[in-house]
């Protein structure tokens, strides 16, 4: 290990929450190679925080050894890792040909109706991001979206304001009692 | 949750703990589960090389290569550690298999890891999902833990002395990491770029030691070969295309789902028996049978095809990753061609020039040409630039964007000349919104 990894995950501050930081610590240490963590690091910490900040970067370039350049040429090659944050819940609209022939086009019109927003936009008050994705593996389920990880499958428009007042109402539920989804969708 | 469908000429060898909770290591183990382990660990390397070539079991990620063969390519004696790498970053678009092997059982995945350590001397293996299969990544690090707690992972792996362990971890998001040396490069914390070959992954892979890669289901099946035996299994298909595989139906279909067909199963009794036929009584227009990369075929070329990997090739396309796309009468050729090319625009790594440079004129070509604003030239253009796309690129992305727009070129050039000189799409209808590009 070098002595910058060493520092990072003992003496600085981190940005991660102390789970996150024991588990990046023995990922990295599991690899035959510290590098192959990476990606796997990436996609926690973007789950933790909501996306890759300038201080994420920084923090994953030291435990790794690598340089925070280094850190971005990898992370932008990744549709999934965001250098801007996302709604709470992500709406992931596959339209690609299984989707397309089954109507996608006519349920992501929905969601854009909906929420008042295109791709890659975020609501105003951030609950909700809207995205066009390509095939999510849910071929023969069309057409598919994915919230956040959850994947909803066989989709109508008319199925569209239920899903979004669903993930709304666990907003409500959980200001309600904070520790009853605690750990889910970060 | 995907639905589970069924149809009685399924025969099911890989699909048959689908629904039973084999995803629990007890239910996998009163399924029969890792009794095919056991079997290799007394029987010896050669002998489970011998039994996966004799079984006729080809790649399912669309090569179709022989199994056994790619085994046997690893030497023996290795200055580095050896690698199984297990390919579930499954992201053809027609193609969601994966997706059902590992939520309903991600055992016979670990199985065949260690399968295949066993036969060429690997002691570290790693199943490597694409990064939207959380929830199935979360159900197979359960079932590695539950290996790991019974001994069947680990420095001695069923008592037998010898060492296998396994590591499993999600991609972020990207199609060209499900080529086998982007793959690596992905594994090793890198951008998925492809890499130069020779040297192959069976000499030189992941961290520059001998590496085997199969797909997922490829993986999934080697377990069920040596249960049964590389002649019954072989048997159940056709000459050098053994077994069953599962096809994903998709698209306007009555019934899609995963069905598992024996190999050389026909093409049109799956469309119209196995899947009910074109939704709402329509008319066929047009297949693609093995995902969105494959040459798409006409309703007279199915009349007579069996889904495998030589006929296939006979007929001018491919049997690829088993996603059958089903077209109907209603849909315009253009705009399918324009989103699948698309895809391979958005995906295409840009590592090397004719697929990065290519893929970006046929989308800008094929949107503008939708959009009614084509010149007869373009038609003969979109072929001429897939033309040298093909065989020109460090990887086979190039040749998945380029075979399937010729082929809707070739064979639907009416339809495209129908587009020409600002006349409006011939299909677009009321209430149906054109294609956006992203």
């Given at each position: 290990?070098?002595e910058?990894?060493?520092?990072?995950?003992?003496?600085?501050?981190?940005?991660?929450?102390?789970?996150?930081?024991?588990?990046?610590?023995?990922?990295?240490?599991k690899y035959?190679?510290?590098?192959?963590?990476?990606?796997?690091?990436?996609?926690?910490?973007q789950?933790?925080?909501?996306?890759l900040?300038?201080?994420?970067?920084?923090?994953?370039?030291?435990?790794?050894?690598?340089?925070?350049?280094?850190?971005?040429n990898?992370?932008?090659?990744?549709s999934?890792?965001?250098?801007k944050?996302?709604?709470?819940y992500?709406?992931q609209?596959?339209?690609n040909?299984?989707?397309?022939?089954?109507?996608?086009?006519?349920?992501?019109?929905?969601f854009?109706e909906?929420?008042?927003?295109g791709?890659?936009?975020?609501?105003?008050?951030?609950?909700?991001?809207?995205?066009?994705?390509?095939?999510?593996g849910?071929?023969?389920w069309?057409?598919?979206?994915?919230?956040?990880?959850?994947?909803?499958?066989?989709?109508?428009?008319?199925l569209?304001?239920?899903?979004?007042?669903?993930?709304?109402?666990?907003?409500e539920?959980?200001?309600?009692?904070p520790f009853?989804?605690?750990?889910?969708?970060? | 949750?995907?639905?589970?469908?069924?149809?009685?000429d399924?025969?099911?060898?890989?699909?048959r703990?689908?629904?039973?909770?084999?995803?629990?290591?007890?239910?996998?183990?009163?399924?029969?589960?890792?009794?095919?382990?056991?079997?290799?660990?007394?029987?010896g390397?050669?002998?489970?090389?011998?039994?996966?070539?004799?079984?006729?079991?080809?790649g399912?990620?669309?090569a179709?290569?022989?199994?056994?063969?790619?085994?046997?390519?690893?030497?023996?004696q290795?200055?580095?550690?050896k690698?199984?790498?297990?390919?579930?970053?499954?992201s053809?678009?027609?193609?969601?298999?994966?997706?059902?092997?590992f939520l309903?059982?991600?055992?016979?995945v670990?199985?065949?890891?260690?399968i295949?350590?066993?036969?060429?001397?690997?002691?570290?293996?790693?199943i490597?999902?694409r990064?939207?299969?959380r929830y199935?990544?979360?159900?197979?690090?359960?079932a590695?833990?539950?290996?790991?707690a019974?001994?069947?992972l680990?420095?001695?792996?069923?008592?037998s002395?010898?060492?296998f362990?396994i590591?499993?971890?999600?991609?972020?998001?990207?199609?060209?990491?499900g080529e086998?040396?982007a793959l690596?490069?992905?594994?090793?914390?890198?951008?998925?770029v492809?890499?130069?070959k020779?040297p192959?992954?069976?000499?030189?892979g992941?961290?520059?030691?001998?590496?085997v890669?199969?797909?997922?289901?490829?993986?999934?099946?080697v377990?069920?070969?040596?249960?049964?035996?590389?002649?019954?299994?072989?048997?159940?298909g056709?000459?050098?295309?053994?077994?069953?595989?599962?096809?994903?139906?998709?698209?306007?279909?009555?019934r899609?789902?995963?069905?598992e067909?024996?190999?050389?199963?026909?093409?049109?009794?799956?469309?119209?028996?196995?899947?009910?036929?074109?939704?709402?009584g329509?008319k066929?227009?047009?297949?693609?049978?093995?995902g969105?990369?494959?040459p798409?075929?006409?309703?007279?070329e199915i009349?007579?095809?069996?889904?495998?990997?030589?006929?296939?090739?006979?007929?001018?396309?491919?049997?690829?990753?088993?996603?059958?796309?089903?077209?109907?009468?209603?849909t315009?050729?253009?705009?399918?061609?324009?989103?699948?090319?698309?895809?391979y625009?958005?995906?295409?790594?840009?590592?090397?020039?004719?697929?990065?440079?290519?893929?970006?004129?046929?989308?800008?070509?094929?949107?503008?040409?939708?959009?009614?604003?084509?010149?007869?030239?373009?038609?003969?253009?979109?072929?001429?630039?897939?033309e040298?796309?093909?065989g020109?690129t460090?990887?086979?992305l190039?040749?998945?964007?380029?075979?399937?727009?010729?082929?809707?070129?070739?064979?639907?050039?009416?339809?495209?000349?129908?587009?020409?000189?600002?006349?409006?799409?011939?299909?677009?209808?009321?209430?149906?919104?054109?294609?956006?590009?992203?």
């Amino acid at each position: 290990m070098s002595e910058n990894a060493k520092s990072a995950s003992s003496e600085t501050p981190s940005v991660f929450s102390p789970e996150l930081a024991a588990r990046f610590d023995a990922l990295i240490e599991k690899y035959p190679a510290r590098r192959s963590a990476l990606i796997p690091m990436l996609l926690y910490a973007q789950d933790e925080v909501g996306y890759l900040s300038d201080a994420v970067v920084a923090e994953i370039a030291r435990r790794i050894g690598i340089t925070e350049l280094e850190v971005r040429n990898v992370a932008t090659y990744y549709s999934m890792l965001r250098f801007k944050p996302a709604g709470k819940y992500n709406i992931q609209v596959c339209t690609n040909i299984s989707c397309m022939l089954r109507g996608a086009y006519d349920l992501y019109e929905r969601f854009q109706e909906e929420l008042g927003i295109g791709h890659k936009g975020v609501t105003a008050d951030g609950l909700f991001s809207l995205e066009e994705v390509e095939c999510i593996g849910a071929c023969c389920w069309a057409p598919a979206i994915q919230v956040n990880y959850d994947f909803h499958d066989e989709l109508k428009p008319d199925l569209v304001p239920g899903i979004l007042a669903a993930y709304a109402q666990r907003v409500e539920d959980r200001a309600r009692d904070p520790f009853r989804e605690k750990g889910k969708n970060a | 949750m995907p639905r589970l469908v069924s149809h009685p000429d399924e025969v099911k060898i890989i699909s048959r703990r689908f629904g039973l909770g084999a995803a629990s290591i007890d239910r996998y183990l009163e399924l029969g589960g890792y009794q095919a382990v056991k079997k290799c660990l007394a029987q010896g390397p050669e002998w489970i090389v011998e039994e996966m070539k004799a079984s006729n079991l080809r790649g399912r990620g669309g090569a179709g290569f022989s199994t056994g063969m790619k085994w046997s390519f690893v030497p023996k004696q290795a200055a580095k550690p050896k690698y199984i790498l297990v390919n579930g970053d499954e992201s053809e678009p027609g193609t969601c298999k994966d997706h059902l092997i590992f939520l309903h059982d991600p055992h016979s995945v670990i199985e065949g890891t260690i399968i295949a350590g066993l036969a060429v001397g690997a002691r570290m293996g790693f199943i490597y999902l694409r990064g939207e299969y959380r929830y199935l990544l979360e159900i197979t690090e359960r079932a590695v833990a539950e290996a790991y707690a019974r001994g069947f992972l680990g420095k001695d792996i069923f008592g037998s002395g010898t060492e296998f362990q396994i590591m499993t971890q999600t991609g972020a998001g990207a199609y060209e990491v499900g080529e086998e040396s982007a793959l690596m490069e992905s594994l090793e914390g890198k951008r998925g770029v492809p890499r130069i070959k020779p040297p192959f992954p069976a000499v030189v892979g992941l961290y520059g030691g001998p590496t085997v890669i199969n797909n997922a289901e490829t993986i999934a099946t080697v377990p069920h070969v040596i249960t049964m035996g590389a002649a019954a299994y072989a048997a159940v298909g056709t000459v050098r295309n053994g077994g069953t595989r599962l096809f994903c139906l998709s698209g306007h279909i009555e019934r899609p789902g995963v069905y598992e067909l024996p190999m050389g199963y026909s093409l049109k009794k799956m469309i119209y028996e196995i899947g009910g036929g074109v939704r709402g009584g329509r008319k066929l227009k047009a297949v693609v049978p093995g995902g969105s990369s494959t040459p798409v075929l006409l309703p007279e070329e199915i009349e007579t095809l069996g889904m495998d990997f030589d006929q296939l090739g006979k007929a001018g396309s491919m049997l690829g990753s088993g996603g059958v796309v089903v077209i109907d009468d209603q849909t315009c050729i253009v705009e399918f061609a324009l989103r699948t090319i698309s895809f391979y625009a958005h995906e295409s790594c840009g590592w090397c020039i004719p697929c990065r440079e290519g893929t970006d004129w046929l989308k800008k070509s094929l949107t503008r040409f939708h959009a009614g604003f084509g010149v007869p030239s373009d038609i003969d253009n979109i072929q001429y630039l897939s033309e040298n796309m093909l065989g020109r690129t460090f990887c086979p992305l190039g040749d998945a964007a380029a075979m399937p727009t010729i082929a809707f070129v070739k064979k639907f050039r009416k339809e495209f000349e129908a587009h020409l000189n600002g006349q409006p799409c011939p299909f677009a209808r009321e209430g149906v919104p054109q294609l956006t590009v992203v």
